[in-house]
């Protein structure tokens, strides 16, 4: 089965500190996992994904296969980041995304 | 503008109305899914489909229906709205391969049944 865990539904941080939303998955196979992000009055959109190992935003996400996380962080948060973020994960099998609960990040000025 | 639209945003019914929510894109792609988005939940897959014809149930159950005659078109219908299914659901495309994986989403669909 193919599970992604976010434990934290709320998080807020000062303006300029450290950021780190947590994402653990389980999956059998090679995973492939995104970031999506929903600002206020947005629509859900593509952050970033692990395959591209790029920095959007200044966020960055590793994949770490042993201990099966994919931790979105930023090392000074803005105003701006304030947003829904949810973790998901590209099942191979049938393409399916299976997203997890999302983390509601809000950073205080 | 390549881009997927959803219609009506927001819709306020009684109980036991027939509804469909509306979905068109002109991505190009061939999958598209219908998601229900809940506060403090996970999106949950309700439907899905790889193409023409094609229509597949995700896992969370749902009394919905959906259609794909149409590439661009893939609408979700409530033949009887009941106040469970009060939500925002979300339709979303994709191009289907191993190469290509992002999600792109509509603005949405909120639902009230009274």
């Known amino acids: 089965a193919q599970r992604v865990t976010q434990p934290e539904k709320l998080l807020s941080v000062f303006k300029g500190a450290p950021v780190e939303l947590k994402c653990n998955y389980s999956?059998?196979?090679?995973?492939?996992l995104f970031w999506y992000v929903q600002y206020s009055r947005q629509r859900l959109q593509l952050l970033l994904r692990?395959?591209s190992r790029e920095s959007i935003k200044g966020f960055t996400a590793d994949l770490n296969k042993g201990e099966t996380s994919f931790h979105l962080k930023k090392p000074f948060a803005q105003e701006e980041d304030s947003a829904m973020y949810y973790c998901?994960?590209?099942?191979?099998?049938?393409?399916?995304?299976?997203f997890g609960t999302g983390t509601s990040l809000t950073v205080i000025p | 503008e390549a881009d997927i639209y959803q219609t009506p945003r927001y819709l306020v019914i009684g109980t036991g109305k027939k509804i469909t929510l509306e979905c068109s894109q002109t991505m190009g792609h061939d999958k598209m899914y219908w998601y229900q988005q809940d506060p403090g939940m996970e999106l949950h897959l309700i439907h899905y489909s790889y193409g023409v014809n094609s229509t597949e149930k995700g896992d969370l159950s749902s009394e919905s229906t959906v259609s794909r005659i149409r590439t661009e078109h893939f609408p979700l219908t409530l033949e009887s709205a009941r106040p469970s299914h009060t939500s925002q659901y979300l339709c979303?495309?994709?191009?289907?391969?191993?190469?290509?994986?992002?999600?792109?989403f509509g603005e949405g669909s909120r639902l009230t049944v009274l």
């Open positions: 999956y059998s196979g090679s995973p492939e």
């Open positions: 979303a495309s994709s191009e289907y391969g191993r190469q290509t994986g992002e999600l792109f």
């Open positions: 692990h395959i």
């Open positions: 998901a994960l590209k099942a191979w099998t049938g393409n399916q995304f299976y």
